[in-house]
T-cell receptor, first 118, second 115 residues
Framework: GAVVSQHPSWVICKSGTSVKIECRSLDFQATTMFWYRQFPKQSLMLMATSNEGSKATYEQGVEKDKFLINHASLTLSTLTVTSAHPEDSSFYIC??????????????FGEGSRLTVL | DAKTTQPNSMESNEEEPVHLPCNHSTISGTDYIHWYRQLPSQGPEYVIHGLTSNVNNRMASLAIAEDRKSSTLILHRATLRDAAVYYCILSSKKISSGSARQLTFGSGTQLTVLP
C-alpha cells in the first residue's frame, strides 16, 4: 500500500519555541493532506486540510496563526506549531488520500509525531 | 456531519470471529462507511470501506444493513495483533476542500483479544 511518513516521530521542546513536523507521501502524489491531533485516550480531531499550492483550510477552533501549514509540493506538507506551550503537547498525525481525483479511496496515515512541550 | 455510535470496548478470544457493530442512523445517501484501526502510539490503518453492498478484503468483511443505518466489521479469526481501537467513520464532503472527502473520527471501539 501507499506510504505516508512523518518526521520527527517524537520531539521535546521548551515552552515558547516553534516545532516543525513534516508529512511526506513517499510513493504517490497527494494534492490534499489532512492534519489531526490526538490527546491521550481520546479520538483523532481534524485540525486542517492542507491543499497543495493554496492556503490550508482550518477547522473551527483551530488557530491558523499558531498551527502553520505549508503544502509546498505534491509529496510534502508541514505543520509548524509556533510558540508552543504545554497544552500543545499531543500526538499529531497526518494523512493523505491515494489516487488523484479519488473521493472515496482509502486514507493513508503517517506514524504520528508526539510533541511534548516542557 | 452524520455521526456514528460504537460500543466503547469489546473482548474476543484469539482465533475466534469478532463482530464490531456501528450505528449510523443519520447517514446520507452519498456517505461511504469507512473502518480504520489504530494500534497504540501509531497512526490509524485503513481496514475496509463500502457504500451499500457487503465488502470483503484480506483483512476483514464489512456487512452493511439494507437501510444503511448500521454496519458490522467482521474479523474472521482474531489474533493478538488485531487488538486496537476500531473506528467506524462516515466520509463527508466539504465544499472548501474541493472533492477531497475528509474523515471525522468518533470514539471507536477498543478491541481486546484474549489469548
Amino acid at each position: 500500500g501507499a506510504v505516508v511518513s512523518q518526521h520527527p516521530s517524537w520531539v521535546i521542546c521548551k515552552s515558547g519555541t516553534s516545532v516543525k513536523i513534516e508529512c511526506r507521501s513517499l510513493d504517490f502524489q497527494a494534492t490534499t493532506m489532512f492534519w489531526y491531533r490526538q490527546f491521550p485516550k481520546q479520538s483523532l480531531m481534524l485540525m486542517a486540510t492542507s491543499n497543495e499550492g493554496s492556503k490550508a483550510t482550518y477547522e473551527q477552533g483551530v488557530e491558523k496563526d499558531k498551527f502553520l501549514i505549508n503544502h509546498a509540493s505534491l509529496t510534502l506538507s508541514t505543520l509548524t506549531v509556533t510558540s508552543a506551550h504545554p497544552e500543545d503537547s499531543s500526538f499529531y498525525i497526518c494523512s493523505a488520500r491515494y489516487g488523484s481525483g479519488s473521493v472515496t479511496g482509502e486514507l493513508f496515515f503517517g506514524e504520528g509525531s508526539r510533541l511534548t512541550v516542557l | 456531519d452524520a455521526k456514528t455510535t460504537q460500543p466503547n470496548s469489546m473482548e474476543s478470544n484469539e482465533e475466534e470471529p469478532v463482530h464490531l457493530p456501528c450505528n449510523h442512523s443519520t447517514i446520507s445517501g452519498t456517505d461511504y462507511i469507512h473502518w480504520y484501526r489504530q494500534l497504540p502510539s501509531q497512526g490509524p490503518e485503513y481496514v475496509i470501506h463500502g457504500l451499500t453492498s457487503n465488502v470483503n478484503n484480506r483483512m476483514a468483511s464489512l456487512a452493511i444493513a439494507e437501510d444503511r443505518k448500521s454496519s458490522t466489521l467482521i474479523l474472521h479469526r482474531a489474533t493478538l495483533r488485531d487488538a486496537a481501537v476500531y473506528y467506524c467513520i462516515l466520509s463527508s464532503k466539504k465544499i472548501s476542500s474541493g472533492s477531497a472527502r475528509q474523515l471525522t473520527f468518533g470514539s471507536g471501539t477498543q478491541l481486546t483479544v484474549l489469548p
